[in-house]
């Protein structure tokens, strides 16, 4: 004989299925919403969710990170003792924990901690930057290097952290083997090194130093790398050092381009480097290289083509360097139906002053292959660098002076006349 089920048993039944649902999808969705606020509110995220590791290692980093507020420290350190119950394995609260102790004077105990958060995770952020830091301390720089090296293939936009120790690091032969090693081997990171060395004295020296030895290995100096620190000597007003790294990093090919102009013909090779040929962005006109292809009369040379706006400058110049004399600057150019409504010329000026030290005026209308030059001359002081420039006289951008045509620079040269 089977017994039958009573309509309140069936009753109650439905509605603990129904409570012990209702209860999964709340905890669910406790957790779910904890999940979501466990970054921007990791307190809120810990009262929905008190397992949520994540959200409790936000909650001590803001803890630690507070500027404000001096952090209770035994009480951080106690709550991420607690996490390992739940997550033994999680590298980031073994680097907390390590930083806890540090913070605390234990730093035998905050290096072991941080040494075993990278075994469970080679790239944990926070442990590997204290581990480099700690390399440095101890003048292991070769693993210094090694840390850093591995620190910014995984977190590239943590090059700031690590640049303040590149000048104890590049100051030792060890040091500076292993950064020289990483940049053969392609380091990601080898652009921003020599954009961050560029800014001191000391560290122009290392960064010369590295392109010297880079220059017959298998990774060459890049072109930026080299316009990075010719520009950082330039700032440093190291004039002669900037120029004697623009010589070196020529090619055979480009030597042949030499002169007291770079590229006086306006050859299509051009380069970022200072002393070679700046194109900036300017509206109002467009500036193309050519050996032949889109000159005049099939002739080479750098064509601005105007579009009948106003134009302040012309988006073309060269940092070049004259010794004191007295010289020529000649220019063989071509022009179809040009208006200039303000002049336009070529201006010579020393770097770092207003006036100018020679100005060679371009004509309006339509000719071929006129020579224009002017005589200037370079005093003996004062005028270690100078600026070469292509800008019109124009003060304001007023449509009332609106530049048309096109002119076609076939040949720009400086020459040194005999005294």
Not at 43 to 63: F, G, K, Q, W
Not at 137 to 149: H, Q, R, S, Y
Not at 217 to 222: E, L, T
Not at 266 to 274: D, G, Q
């Amino acid at each position: 004989m089977t017994a039958q089920t009573s309509p309140l048993m069936r009753n109650l039944q439905r509605s603990g299925v129904w409570f012990v649902a209702s209860a999964l999808v709340l905890a669910a969705s406790s957790i779910g919403l904890s999940r979501f606020l466990e970054t921007e509110t990791p307190a809120v995220s810990l009262a929905l969710d008190p397992l949520n590791v994540n959200a409790l290692i936000s909650e001590i980093t803001n803890d630690l990170n507070d500027a404000s507020n001096a952090p209770d420290l035994d009480a951080l350190l106690d709550k991420a003792g607690r996490a390992l119950a739940f997550d033994f394995a999680d590298a980031r609260l073994y680097s907390l924990i390590g930083e806890i102790k540090y913070r605390q004077g234990e730093k035998d105990q905050a290096y072991e901690l941080f040494d075993r958060a990278r075994k469970f995770s080679k790239t944990e952020i926070h442990a590997l930057q204290r581990s480099i830091s700690h390399s440095i301390e101890i003048g292991d720089l070769p693993k210094a290097v090694g840390e850093i090296d591995m620190l910014l293939r995984r977190w590239p936009d943590r090059f700031p952290a690590v640049a303040e120790g590149l000048p104890t690091i590049l100051s030792s032969t060890d040091g500076y083997q292993a950064v020289l090693a990483a940049i053969k081997a392609e380091a990601p990171w080898r652009t921003n090194l020599f954009a961050t060395l560029r800014r001191t004295p000391e560290g122009l020296d290392s960064a010369n130093r590295l392109l010297l030895d880079l220059k017959d290995s298998g990774a060459p100096p890049k072109s930026n790398e080299l316009s990075a620190v010719i520009g950082g000597y330039i700032l440093q007003k190291e004039y002669e050092s900037a120029y004697r790294l623009f010589l070196f990093s020529l090619t055979d090919e480009q030597r042949k381009l030499g002169g007291y102009i770079f590229n006086s013909t306006f050859e299509p090779v051009y380069s970022p480097k200072p002393f070679d040929w700046q194109l900036r962005d300017q509206s109002g006109l467009e500036v193309t290289f050519a050996t032949s292809q889109g000159a005049i009369e099939g002739e080479g040379g750098a064509t601005v083509r105007f579009f009948n706006t106003p134009v302040r400058s012309a988006a073309l110049q060269q940092y070049i360097q004259l010794p004191p004399g007295s010289y020529q600057i000649s220019l063989i150019a071509s022009a179809r139906n040009l208006k200039l409504p303000k002049e336009l010329f070529w201006s010579i000026k020393c770097v770092g002053q207003a006036s100018e030290t020679a100005r060679l005026k371009i004509p309006e209308g339509t000719y071929n292959r006129q020579a224009l030059s002017q005589g200037f001359s370079i005093g003996p002081a004062g005028c270690p660098m100078q600026l070469l420039n292509l800008e019109t006289a124009a003060i304001a951008e007023s449509w009332r002076f609106r530049y048309v045509g096109t002119l076609v620079m076939h040949k720009l040269s400086i020459e040194r006349l005999s005294s």
